[in-house]
């Protein structure tokens, strides 16, 4: 049987389909205000039930975004978020008050106990579970909304006076942290590879350049490694995290990450929570998207008669290409993304 | 108190022990070996914890007394102590062997039930029309290639003949009777069909903390070899095979992993049975506890041992 889906979840897909809400973050907010409107209006009587609906409109953002995963993780963060609500009213805390970001574990399987194993019966109607979810709701709000000024406040840790930065594309968090940087740091030398064929890099060259004290550089994609020696530091904005710490970036930061590792530049990424997917690479039927070979030939133009014409629109970067993430919780290893991706998802919900 | 004598006792857990390996070719190693310690703690009684402590121990330096690979016993021996002391309660010494016995059993069903998930996790990983390089046979890495095929997957796989032993061609036995498309190399054309392979899929003996594997003699070759052309090196294990062991290098590993008991006295002139692969050359584990990368490895027997 097909899942119908709510109103407002199509009139989301539709607004990002047509590039009215864009950027990670206006959708990770959209979604997470769909989610709230479910919690406060629908009618539905227990958390299993709420569990449901959640999981059906995810998997309908899911079906007609496929590229967007950010749209599944605040639903996974709604699900535990529900599950964990639901326990502590339940007053079944005792099992799971010291271990509850992990229902698999080697101590686990050592210790549990026939009445421990029994799943928790998530259909039973609970008391105050509106109020407390839409209270804890208010918490993932905030952490939404500091998030990109709690990743700025790091810059001064990482930029230092007279360093040379290069950056690819123009990404929002990039921006912030750069323009943070440069009003606290003197003599600083940006890089923007264009990030062609959209050439946003320009876009982010502009708003740069507006600030004092700083010298901006745009180059063209093919330039970046002959530029690389010259950098102290790669900063780049990602699209989603993966579950090893490697990246769906723009097209773009592979180049970027292979020439920063052959002359041994540290790559800081930018990431805040919500871009942590819990997925790996195999998984992706939809991993990458072809973007519109207008921009690259023109349609009008000779050899487009012959030629075929792609354009990519993700790379994906390995994690042992990258040396830092930063998020809003602090710096993290790549090798550390995967103890994150357990504090934050339930492990039952890693499959929506 | 029932007290058994010394001899008696080594008899019972060693033939108990390869009985249960005789009449379940497919059983691991440490699943046997946490069998025969639960039927030790049914069988017999205990007056103190100690006595079980050492009983235990006993039992398990017996089992290593036999001529299998020892990782996996010692792993899970030591999995099965930690289990009693977590499991000792304030109560009566019969009441917590009731209780251990009890949750022995529902331990021992998610053991059982480790391959079937572990298989399951990696389904989505091999993908139709892929090529899977493996090494020598590996019961957990041959459930999860017949589940694929099940699922309607057309693949094929190489596999090593593995070293002494006829484990590779044992492999490809299985392989055929499932129906899957396989091909039997020597061990020295690892590095020649490496570049027509899609990854690479290996069993385990033991994880140890560093996240890297012991492994039948060859593995390691087969990770250098992957991470030089850029391939995927999967490794399947179950938990009980997280051993609590940190190996700097192949000479750093305790020569009872590595040689027979025949050969323990001088071990000069014999080649080792198996290697260490580091955890840089490992991709992904797929343990029963998830897909883990080797850094979890660690905290998994932190969070257990601390």
Same mark, same amino acid.
């Given at each position: ?6 109103? %407002? ?14 950027? $990670? ?59 964990? %609500? ?28 026939? %009445? ?31 998030? $990109? ?79 690389? $020696? ?123 | ?306």
């Amino acid at each position: 049987m097909r899942e119908q889906p709510l109103k %407002e979840v199509t009139q989301l897909i539709h607004a990002i389909k047509v590039g009215l809400v864009e950027g $990670s973050f206006g959708i990770t907010n959209k979604t997470l205000d769909i989610f709230k409107y479910i919690i406060i209006s629908k009618s539905w009587k227990n958390a299993d039930a709420l569990m449901q609906i959640v999981r059906a409109q995810c998997r309908i953002l899911q079906a007609a975004l496929p590229q967007e995963t950010v749209t599944s993780n605040i639903a996974r963060r709604i699900l535990k978020l529900t599950r964990e %609500e639901f326990d502590l009213l339940h007053a079944k805390v005792q099992h799971f008050a010291d271990d509850s970001q992990a229902s698999l574990s080697l101590h686990k399987l050592v210790t549990q106990t026939s %009445e421990s194993n029994v799943s928790v019966d998530y259909s039973v109607p609970q008391q105050g579970l509106r109020e407390a979810l839409l209270d804890h709701l208010q918490e993932v709000e905030t952490e939404l909304e500091t998030s $990109s000024e709690n990743i700025c406040v790091q810059a001064e840790e990482h930029i230092h006076s007279s360093e040379i930065i290069l950056t690819l594309g123009h990404s929002r968090s990039v921006e912030n942290f750069l323009k943070r940087a440069i009003k606290k740091r003197q003599f600083l030398t940006i890089i923007v590879a264009e990030c062609a064929p959209a050439s946003r890099g320009h876009n982010l060259a502009a708003s740069l350049a507006a600030e004092k004290n700083v010298e901006i550089i745009v180059i063209p994609d093919a330039a970046i490694f002959a530029m690389m $020696s010259r950098v102290n530091k790669v900063i780049i904005g990602t699209h989603s995290v993966l579950a090893n710490g490697g990246l769906r970036a723009a097209c773009g930061a592979y180049t970027v990450a292979l020439a920063a590792k052959h002359y041994s530049v540290p790559v800081i990424v930018l990431a805040p929570m919500y871009k942590l997917s819990p997925l790996h690479l195999c998984e992706q039927d939809a991993f990458n998207m072809v973007g519109c070979a207008e921009d690259v030939i023109p349609y009008d133009s000779i050899p487009a008669r012959e030629a075929k014409v792609y354009s990519p629109m993700f790379d994906y970067v390995p994690p042992e290409l990258v040396t830092l993430f930063i998020s809003n919780t602090g710096g993290h290893a790549p090798s550390y993304v995967y103890r994150l991706l357990t504090e934050l998802y339930h492990p039952e919900d890693l499959e929506i | 108190m029932p007290q058994i004598t010394e001899t008696g006792k080594e008899f019972d857990v060693v033939k108990y022990f390869l009985q249960l390996l005789d009449k379940d070719k497919d059983m691991s190693y440490g699943i046997a070996a946490i069998r025969t310690l639960l039927m030790i703690l049914e069988k017999k009684q205990f007056g103190t914890i100690h006595i079980l402590h050492t009983t235990m121990r006993e039992a398990v330096a017996a089992m290593r007394n036999t001529d299998l690979s020892i990782a996996a016993i010692v792993s899970a021996g030591e999995l099965f102590c930690r289990f009693i002391t977590l499991s000792l309660d304030d109560k009566h010494m019969e009441e917590c062997r009731l209780i251990m016995i009890n949750r022995g059993k529902i331990f021992l069903d998610k053991l059982d039930n480790s391959r079937q998930v572990i298989a399951k996790q990696a389904q989505r990983f091999i993908s139709d029309g892929c090529r899977i390089l493996t090494h020598s046979r590996s019961r957990v890495v041959l459930k999860a290639l017949i589940t694929a095929s099940q699922n309607k997957k057309s693949f094929h796989v190489f596999v090593t003949q593995g070293g002494t032993g006829n484990s590779g061609e044992e492999m490809i036995r299985d392989l055929n009777a499932a129906g899957i498309d396989c091909t039997l190399i020597l061990d020295s054309a690892t590095g020649y069909v490496m570049e027509s392979v899609d990854f690479v899929m290996v069993g385990a003996e033991a994880v140890v903390e560093s996240g890297g594997i012991i492994n039948r003699i060859g593995s390691y070759t087969m990770g250098l070899c992957a991470r030089e052309m850029k391939k995927p090196f999967y490794v399947l294990a179950e938990s009980f095979k997280f051993t609590r062991l940190y190996p700097l290098n192949q000479r750093d590993l305790p020569n009872e992993y590595k040689y027979s008991r025949k050969h323990l006295s001088d071990v000069s002139k014999v080649h080792p049975l198996v290697d260490y692969t580091p955890p840089v050359y490992i991709t992904l584990l797929f343990t029963d506890l998830g897909i883990l990368t080797p850094s979890a490895v660690s905290d998994e027997l932190i969070k257990l041992y601390m």
